[in-house]
């Protein structure tokens, strides 16, 4: 399976983390720093998921690219060749990687099927199979988007592809037309040329996800082994708040979140005592019930 490893800055870990399981659904092996496992030497753990990977995605804003984001800069540069960038706000990336490919990732909402996603899918395939990088089809889409959408002529433009899709030879071909999904997708399900989907009902039902994680020990050592173990607790709580909103797709809303203590990890040292800890993240979800239904526009 190939490796793609997800370089970002901590304050932007739920779109990173949304992204990397963007990217796990479409059957690629990711690695991001959650992978960390406890006793770990983990800026080697790290150095060696780069050295490992096939691909390495660098997410870029306005903290990576600043002070705060040595790391991540320090991750793009060991990257090399396989490097991707995506643009989570809209920043340049740092002095040496401007002539590097950059995916606007400014307004994406997590969806797979989102044309900016697609580009990003197709880089990583061009980087896995020894090609250039493709010619990126995102911004003719959002394009096509504001024509059928936003412009002033958007009544004319439907109802002129409606009388289009009406006729049976040219349905099949203009429904596959890559710049025009998803656009087209209602009208194309309506013909009936394209198959429903799973949508929202309006109801939402309640979820309960989890997911393991490592606290790492903290900075600043504890005069007993309880005390640093009771912090590490505590500190999993907002920790486990953010895993939780990670796994939060498009469309639900996360009720509560809570972390369930597996095991401590803790030393004494001359200074005092760490503690790190082993946990999984509980997370209820209000998610909406799916059925069978044609896209919305």
Known sequence: ??????????????????????????????????????????????????????????????????????????????????????????????????????????????????????????????????????????????????????GGGSALVLSLMG????????????????VSRPYTDQMCCFAGVSEKELKPSGKKLLATRSAGSYLRQAPAPFVSQADAARDAQQRAVPDAEILCTALVHESERLVSSSAKSESSDCRETAVGWFCGLNYVAVCQVEVPELVLRCPAT
């Open 163 to 178: 009388v289009v899709l009406s006729l049976p030879n040219v349905q099949s071909a203009l429904c596959k037309w890559e």
């Open 1 to 150: 399976m190939s490796s793609v490893f997800v370089s970002y800055c901590r304050e932007d870990e739920v779109r990173a983390s949304a992204l990397a399981k963007a990217l796990m659904r479409q059957g690629l092996d990711v690695w991001w720093d959650k992978h960390l496992v406890a006793n770990s030497n983990w800026r080697s753990e790290i150095e060696a998921a780069i050295e490992r990977s096939d691909v390495v995605v660098v997410c870029w804003s306005k903290a990576s690219v600043g002070e705060r984001g040595a790391f991540v800069k320090d991750e793009a540069s060991r990257a090399g060749t396989r490097l991707i960038q995506v643009l989570l706000e809209g920043v340049n990336p740092p002095l040496g990687f401007g002539e590097y490919q950059a995916i606007d990732f400014k307004g994406w909402k997590g969806s797979t099927r989102d044309p900016f996603f697609s580009d990003l899918m197709g880089a990583i395939s061009a980087k896995l199979n020894g090609e250039g990088p493709p010619k990126p089809k995102g911004p003719t889409k959002a394009a096509f988007r504001r024509l059928l959408y936003q």
